[in-house]
């Protein structure tokens, strides 16, 4: 992956989250005939807050986008988050990070 950490201000919608799912050496995950979730929630255990499509913007490159929706962002905290990708012919599964770890969102109060 790319990405390890992400910032944003609370009820902050952009920018959008840009990713590119690679494996440990570099290698990026081919997205062609796949579909790609992203979730994130606040500790290990605990339920989603966010579990939606995201967009593939480059199949051959694992590059993908998801936009954040209303709610999403609403929460001030650390935020574990993953991209799970499905192979739609075999139904098989395969999440990004791959090595154990999560991305690190962060999402700190704003002003006002």
Same mark, same amino acid.
């Given at each position: 992956?790319?990405?390890?950490?992400?910032? *944003?201000?609370?009820?902050?919608? *952009?920018? =959008?989250? %840009?990713?590119?799912?690679?494996?440990?050496?570099?290698?990026?995950?081919? *997205?062609? /005939?796949?579909? %790609?979730?992203?979730?994130?929630?606040?500790?290990?255990?605990?339920?989603?807050? #966010?579990?939606?499509?995201?967009?593939?913007?480059?199949?051959?490159?694992?590059? %993908?986008?998801?936009?954040?929706? =209303? /709610?999403?962002? !609403?929460?001030? /905290?650390?935020?574990?988050?993953?991209?799970? %990708?499905?192979?739609?012919?075999? /139904?098989? *599964?395969?999440?990004?990070?791959? !090595?154990?770890?999560?991305?690190?969102?962060?999402?700190? !109060?704003? #002003?006002?």
């Amino acid at each position: 992956m790319t990405l390890t950490r992400f910032y *944003l201000k609370q009820h902050d919608r *952009l920018p =959008s989250l %840009v990713a590119t799912l690679q494996y440990a050496d570099g290698t990026p995950k081919d *997205l062609t /005939g796949c579909t %790609v979730k992203f979730l994130m929630r606040r500790t290990r255990g605990a339920l989603a807050k #966010v579990d939606a499509a995201a967009v593939v913007t480059d199949a051959t490159t694992g590059a %993908v986008r998801y936009d954040w929706a =209303s /709610g999403d962002t !609403d929460t001030v /905290g650390r935020w574990q988050a993953e991209f799970e %990708v499905k192979e739609t012919a075999s /139904g098989k *599964l395969e999440t990004f990070p791959n !090595d154990q770890s999560y991305l690190t969102m962060v999402i700190s !109060d704003d #002003v006002a």
